[in-house]
């Protein structure tokens, strides 16, 4: 059991320019969330996987969000034209899918935007 | 709206003290319960769970649930300096496996030596 990777673990960028996250859960989930961290705040639920199927997508998912998990494996997180307000940390997290187990998180990927 | 309330803290605690954080959440028909530590800088990291009414210990930690009073706790017995964090309650709203867990703002903890 390796744990949740995520990568990179940084990424400072320009506004406008578009970003992309990779997630790596544990290989045995096949439940998958991305949650987004701001200062002071707890994680938001962004979106949802089970195995190659989004399950469920908040209202912070704008259009210029998007996720895939193609093989039901690692996801990843793409943002288009970013924009200040993108600037947070992005945690993914996995779960067996078994009902009252926890999920567990990745280290984050810290985005800035200049 | 579900929401799940925290107070943001600080809270100051001498090493070798009782640390009780406390979190209240709206939705009555939350199933599970989960208590993350979260370092400054670093991702949150699973401390306990629970899901039903009572308490469950672990080490130096106890989780306690009332779900009639809509009310869920962590005991620290013997607080460290290294228990410096904030600690993040966080919800299943729901009673179906693998829905997002709806998480309050944290409460900061500070253990003074």
């Known amino acids: 059991d390796t744990g949740v990777s995520q990568d990179p673990r940084h990424k400072i960028t320009k506004r406008g320019q578009n970003v992309t996250f990779r997630c790596d859960p544990i290989s045995e989930h096949n439940r998958l969330y991305w949650y987004r961290q701001t200062l002071g705040q707890g994680p938001e639920f962004l979106t949802y996987?089970?195995?190659?199927?989004?399950?469920?997508k908040s209202r912070l998912l704008s259009d210029r969000f998007s996720a895939e998990r193609p093989k039901g494996s690692f996801s990843t997180l793409e943002i288009q034209r970013t924009e200040q307000g993108d600037s947070a940390m992005y945690l993914c997290?996995?779960?067996?899918?078994?009902?009252?187990?926890?999920?567990?998180f990745g280290d984050g990927t810290r985005l800035s935007i200049l | 709206q579900k929401e799940v309330e925290q107070n943001s803290g600080p809270l100051s605690v001498p090493e070798g003290a009782i640390a009780s954080l406390n979190c209240t959440y709206s939705?009555?028909?939350?199933?599970?319960f989960f208590w993350y530590r979260q370092y400054s800088g670093k991702s949150p990291e699973l401390i306990m769970f629970?899901?039903?009414?009572g308490d469950k210990e672990d080490g130096r930690f106890t989780a306690q649930l009332n779900k009639a009073s809509q009310y869920v706790s962590l005991l620290i017995r013997d607080s460290q300096p290294s228990d410096s964090a904030t600690y993040l309650c966080a919800v299943n709203p729901s009673n179906q496996a693998g829905t997002a867990l709806i998480f309050g703002k944290g409460t900061t903890l500070s253990v003074s030596s």
């Open positions: 997290a996995s779960s067996s899918g078994r009902i009252n187990q926890p999920q567990h």
């Open positions: 996987f089970q195995n190659e199927a989004q399950l469920e």
């Open positions: 629970i899901y039903s009414n």
């Open positions: 939705d009555r028909g939350s199933q599970s």
